[in-house]
């Protein structure tokens, strides 16, 4: 006897068979691995042995005997705060540039755009070699003009501002999406408050920025999550800048100058694939993943955050 099913049913079974395809890809991307991050944050597992149930001893670990957490939990806040927020402030001010710019448009879009291409390690690589305190170029064009550079990258007060900098030199992501924003907003929007005598700062405050606040806090959301997982960049520019030659079997300790460059995702990685320690490191992930969601949170509250009130 053929089973029959009641017309809501049909229509629930249909809607799963289209969401299906997130609901496998959200399970198995997303769900497991933070569903197994927490178990281990509770296991001992040197990823040789079986794991056994350690309870809070990893949690302990991290939060009270781990000499790096601090410097490395400090140095990714700090590189949230600045770099976030002035390659928001960078990118759109390009982007208004780029808007306002009656000839040669295009060169200056490719101009501005081309950076953002280069591989982060190649360009990571250049960008040491630029600032060389010895031998590079913009160091030996500001003694010329009587000016001592630092030490960037060699030195722990200027290493995370060297690596805003570099941050900074390829910011054509944000330039391309705030310009089309930035075209996005009616001309008869401007019109009208010129009409009424408004200046272009009074024309960006009440024309200009409501229109595109949801692209800057979509903005600020994507750089805070991506900058949480600072990694690549920090790492090379700390081992071309101490001059350490990568063999087999080398171990590079991240965060040269002084644990200056040292992330929490430098440290998960130490932790997880270079000593072993599965349990602290998915407690540094889950850490990290707690404070994303929070300032994530925060920034789309109504009000409070980003986005405008709601009448």
Request: hydrophobic residues 50%; aromatic residues 14%.
């Given at each position: ?163 805003v900098l570099l ?76 001059g350490v030659s ?17 992330t929490v995702p ?46």
């Amino acid at each position: 006897m053929a089973l029959t099913l009641s017309r809501p049913a049909r229509r629930r079974l249909r809607t799963l068979g289209f969401l299906s395809p997130w609901l496998i890809g959200f399970s198995a991307f997303f769900a497991y691995p933070l569903l197994a991050t927490v178990y281990f944050s509770f296991m001992h597992y040197n990823q040789i042995k079986a794991p056994t149930f350690v309870g809070l001893r990893n949690w302990v670990y991290v939060f009270r005997d781990m000499p790096l957490f601090g410097p490395a939990l400090w140095n990714t806040v700090w590189l949230v705060v600045v770099m976030v927020a002035l390659r928001v402030v960078f990118g759109l001010s390009l982007g208004l540039l780029v808007t306002k710019i009656k000839s040669g448009v295009g060169f200056f879009r490719t101009a501005f755009y081309l950076p953002y291409l280069a591989p982060p390690v190649a360009a990571t690589v250049a960008f040491v070699f630029l600032l060389n305190p010895g031998s590079g170029p913009v160091n030996e064009i500001l003694a010329k003009v009587g000016i001592d550079g630092p030490n960037w990258f060699n030195d722990p007060t200027w290493a995370k501002p060297s690596l805003v900098l570099l941050s900074l030199w390829g910011i054509g992501d944000l330039m391309v999406i705030f310009m089309a924003a930035l075209l996005d907003v009616p001309k008869e929007q401007y019109e009208a408050a010129e009409l009424d005598g408004a200046g272009p700062l009074t024309r960006f405050r009440y024309v200009t920025w409501p229109s595109i606040t949801p692209i800057v806090m979509f903005a600020v959301v994507t750089g805070v999550v991506q900058t949480m997982q600072y990694y690549t960049q920090a790492l090379v520019a700390g081992k071309i800048a101490s001059g350490v030659s990568i063999g087999p079997g080398t171990v590079i300790q991240p965060g040269y100058p002084d644990h200056s460059t040292l992330t929490v995702p430098q440290l998960v990685y130490s932790m997880g694939f270079q000593n072993f320690n599965t349990g602290a490191a998915c407690v540094l992930s889950l850490v990290l993943f707690a404070i994303a969601m929070a300032v994530t949170s925060l920034l789309m509250r109504k009000r409070s955050g980003l986005l405008a009130a709601e009448d």
